[in-house]
């Protein structure tokens, strides 16, 4: 009964230290899907803020299309009014002097009338635009500056990253090369064999056996050279070998299928 024991002991410490592994494993993955996931969300943020900047400045250059638009109508106004006036001038040196002047009187006053309904459309136009423009401009201003603000945090992101995968990845170099050595000197019949005997040794001086009082390694026999003699009460003697029987074990880390893991 208590070589059983022993063995269940033996074999449960070795499960569980490749649980381990595996669990350690998995988590390594599972943050390094976290730490790209938020690496692609800063970059669609990114470009949603790039496409309203883009979107703005179409609309303030079509804005400026008809700020030039209306400039240009406030010079030929002005242009016309230069000429009329030296036309009317010109008449009024004349013959018909009289006659001139009182044309010129009266087209003056129309010319100015005119000037001052096209001066005053063009004041409300030019304050209506400048309204425009001044709300489009702060917002690019804005948007420039949480541009400027991601883009620092992207790579600010970026290089913690980075950092962060390098020694994600350095860890599992040094995790798959302890796991690679061990599951090696495990796979060695003399290697688990020496593990297990240490196994074996560390269990019974967890509960309390002495060395050469209660127990004795290596003990040859007539009937062979077991790796442990427990001394039992009036005289007896219990014999124990340590065996790691592994194999199915390391062919269910290696299967590729849940069926193979299985069978």
Not at 59 to 82: D, F, M, P
Not at 173 to 198: C, F, I, N, Y
Not at 224 to 247: E, F, Q, S, T, Y
Request: charged share 30%.
């Amino acid at each position: 009964m208590w070589a059983y024991v022993l063995l269940g002991l033996v074999v449960g410490g070795g499960v569980g230290l490749a649980v381990g592994l595996l669990w350690a494993s998995r988590r390594h993955r599972a943050a390094q899907q976290a730490l790209e996931k938020e690496r692609d969300d800063l970059k669609n943020a990114l470009e949603d803020l790039r496409q309203r900047h883009d979107a703005l400045q179409i609309e303030c250059s079509g804005l400026r299309v008809r700020l030039e638009t209306e400039v240009e109508k406030n010079q030929w106004l002005t242009q016309a009014q230069e000429i009329l006036k030296a036309t009317f001038q010109s008449l009024a040196s004349d013959a018909l002097h009289q006659n001139a002047q009182q044309l010129l009187s009266q087209a003056k006053e129309a010319i100015n009338a005119l000037l001052a309904d096209v001066k005053g459309e063009w004041g409300k136009s030019k304050a209506e635009i400048q309204g425009m423009l001044t709300p489009l401009t702060e917002a690019l201003e804005k948007l420039d500056e949480q541009v400027r603000q991601l883009e620092s945090r992207r790579e600010g992101a970026y290089s913690s990253l980075l950092e962060q995968l390098k020694q994600v990845a350095e860890n599992h170099e040094k995790l798959r090369d302890v796991t690679g050595q061990l599951l090696q000197a495990l796979k060695s019949p003399t290697a688990r064999g020496r593990w297990g005997e240490m196994q074996l040794r560390r269990i019974v001086e967890m509960v309390g056996l002495k060395e050469h009082i209660d127990f004795k390694e290596q003990v040859g026999t007539d009937s062979g050279r077991p790796d442990l003699i427990i001394h039992l009460p009036n005289g007896g003697m219990l014999a124990v070998d340590a065996k790691a029987p592994m194999d199915a074990f390391f062919k269910a880390l290696e299967a590729e299928s849940e069926a193979d893991r299985r069978g």
